[in-house]
């Protein structure tokens, strides 16, 4: 019992720890070869980019990105003294409680949602019977299903997450669908009427989420992100074989990266250089880089 109380407080809020670093937490890696799908102990690094300069990283025992946004924003704020006024990130960002924080503080999320391509996706459009297609009277808050039968309001639900963030979840329901000729295709559920479950708060934020990404500027970053952040894992990872942390514990593990991180901007600042150089452009990037780099083994020998 002992052992396995100790093994409950190193756990903490994790759901898995390894035995040679406890802060480490067990995560599905891209590197797969037995192509099997087995976890290996690891962290979860998050980056922030301009121009394929790397602006913050940090290191998170959550294998989901979406439990990281916030914290990697506030780490942001907290390294520059000012936040972002937009933030480009891929689906696995878009939640709720995501674009909550950021349409709150005043960032504009170009950020996707998990059904960001499949809704309008032509077959799905096609569907009546997707919640999405029904048509909903907001003055008077009830669903019309595709035989015209009203689905009120019955009450609403409220669901926590583990990351303990609270959304409400509205319910509709149909009155009787025991006759319904379109039974079938409608619902699989056995009881006498359709229920559906919408959760309005996030369906607004996505509908603003969408109007930013269809935007002109929000088909720019879409369009940059694969040569943003993606680009700088493969030049970390493929060009420059940093695959595995050397060192064990969060604090050690995020200075180490800290160090890739540097070294990654200086080479990408030379490079630069070599270029302007070659094409006799002038400029005076390298002794601003110099300034951040003695900024940052300031902050690293403090961390050590
Ligand atoms: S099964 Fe019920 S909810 Fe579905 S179309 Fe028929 S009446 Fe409407």
């Known amino acids: 019992m002992r052992e396995d109380e100790e093994k409950l407080e190193t756990l903490g809020e994790k759901n898995s720890f ?19 799908g087995q976890t290996k102990p690891g962290y979860n690094v998050q980056i922030a980019t301009e121009n394929q300069f790397i602006t913050n990283y940090d290191i998170f025992w959550r294998p989901t990105d979406q439990g990281t946004l916030i914290p990697f924003l506030d780490s942001f704020q907290a390294r520059y003294g000012k936040q972002n006024g937009e933030v480009c990130a891929d689906s696995g960002y878009g939640s709720e409680q995501n674009y909550e924080y950021m349409f709150g503080n005043g960032i ?7 059904m960001f391509h499949a809704e309008d996706k032509r077959k799905r ?19 019309v299903c595709p035989m015209g039968q009203h689905m009120e309001h019955i009450g609403d639900v409220t669901v926590k997450s583990d990351l303990g963030y609270e959304s409400t979840v509205s319910r509709y329901s149909a009155r009787d ?5 379109l039974r079938g295709k409608c619902y699989k559920a056995a009881a006498d009427r359709r229920i559906i479950e919408v959760n309005h ?3 607004a934020y996505r509908r603003k989420a969408k109007e930013l990404l269809t935007s002109e500027r929000g088909i720019h970053h879409r369009s940059n992100r694969p040569i943003e952040p993606e ?25 180490e990266f800290g160090l890739v991180a540097l070294a990654h901007n200086i080479r990408k600042c030379i490079a630069i250089n070599q270029q302007n150089m070659e094409k006799n452009i002038k400029t005076d990037a390298p002794k601003r880089f110099y300034i951040h780099l003695t900024w940052d083994w300031i902050r690293f020998s403090e961390a050590c």
Do not use: W
Not at 24 to 36: G, L, V
Not at 132 to 142: A, I, K, S, V
Not at 233 to 255: A, D, P, Q, Y
């Open 231 to 255: 680009a700088v894992f493969g030049i970390i990872k493929f060009n420059h074989g940093f695959k595995r942390f050397h060192l064990k514990s969060n604090e050690k593990v995020k200075t």
């Open 18 to 36: 390894s035995k040679t670093d406890p802060d480490a937490t067990f995560m599905r890696m891209k590197e797969d070869a037995m192509n099997n």
């Open 201 to 203: 708060k996030n369906n």
């Open 108 to 114: 504009a999320p170009y950020v996707k949602y998990n």
């Open 177 to 181: 669908c025991s006759g319904c000729p």
């Open 125 to 143: 459009r096609q569907t009546p019977f997707l919640i999405q297609n029904l048509h909903y009277n907001e003055t008077d808050d009830y669903f």
